[in-house]
């Protein structure tokens, strides 16, 4: 009990471990979405993309970056990198395609960009691609 209720961490390799690939997964979940292309274009014609001289790829491109940074940050490949694709794209939702309304609406996706802040402090951690390929040896 003393452990639990101390200021410490307790298991944060495993816990943001945990945390990365569940928040990786989720996004490679939404991203998956760019081979749906019935969903996709109905994404088009939401008044957010219509200003758009091609809504349809920006859409797209939304998908794609979800899904490529779910990719990454489930693997812990370059995952400060990652997490910057996340806040941007998740900002981006938040702000310009929702209404920027993050105690309610927009509530889903700015969770994930302070998700991505987590991992942009904190790095891939020990159980990632990243200390494999780049710690020093």
């Not at 816990?15 to 991203?31: A, D, E, N, P, S």
């Not at 219509?50 to 779910?70: D, H, I, Q, R």
């Not at 981006?92 to 991505?116: D, M």
């Amino acid at each position: 009990m003393k452990a639990f209720l101390s200021a410490t961490g307790l298991f944060q390799e495993i816990g943001l471990t945990f945390v990365r690939i569940i928040v990786g997964l989720f996004l490679v979940y939404h991203g998956w979405e760019i081979f749906d292309a019935t969903k996709i274009e109905e994404y088009a014609k939401w008044d957010a993309f219509k200003k758009f001289s091609s809504p349809l790829t920006m859409v797209y491109f939304g998908k794609g970056s979800e899904l490529v940074a779910g990719i990454l940050l489930t693997l812990g490949l370059i995952t400060r990198f990652a997490c910057l694709i996340t806040a941007g794209t998740m900002l981006y939702i938040t702000f310009f395609i929702g209404n920027g309304r993050i105690w309610y609406e927009e509530q889903h996706p700015f969770l994930f960009v302070l998700l991505a802040l987590v991992f942009i402090f904190t790095g891939g951690g020990k159980y990632s691609l990243d200390a494999k390929l780049f710690s020093n040896r």
